[in-house]
C-alpha cells in the first residue's frame, strides 16, 4: 500500500514547497513552487502530493481532509 501524502497545517495562504525537509536533501526535490490556500482550506502540491491545510480553515477541522 502506498502512505498517504504529508500533510501540514500553515497559517499563511500562501506557502512554498520544494519537496525538501523530513530527511530529504534540497537537491533530491523538486523546484520551488507556491500553492494558493484556496475556499476549501487546503492546496496541495502537483510534485509531491504534500498537503498544506490552513490552521482554522474550513479543512482544519475536516476529518476528511486531515486524513491524508
Known amino acids: 500500500m502506498i502512505p498517504p ?6 497559517s499563511s495562504r500562501r ?3 520544494d519537496g ?3 530527511g530529504i536533501d534540497p537537491a ?7 500553492i494558493e490556500i484556496d475556499e ?7 510534485y509531491c502530493d504534500r498537503r498544506f491545510v490552513l490552521s482554522g480553515g474550513p479543512a482544519d477541522s ?5 486524513a491524508y
Open 5 to 10: 501524502p504529508e500533510t501540514f497545517r500553515v
Open 15 to 17: 506557502v512554498a514547497c
Open 20 to 22: 525538501s525537509g523530513h
Open 28 to 34: 533530491l526535490g523538486h523546484p520551488r513552487i507556491y
Open 40 to 46: 476549501r482550506g487546503f492546496g496541495e502540491c502537483g
Open 62 to 66: 475536516d476529518p476528511s481532509v486531515a
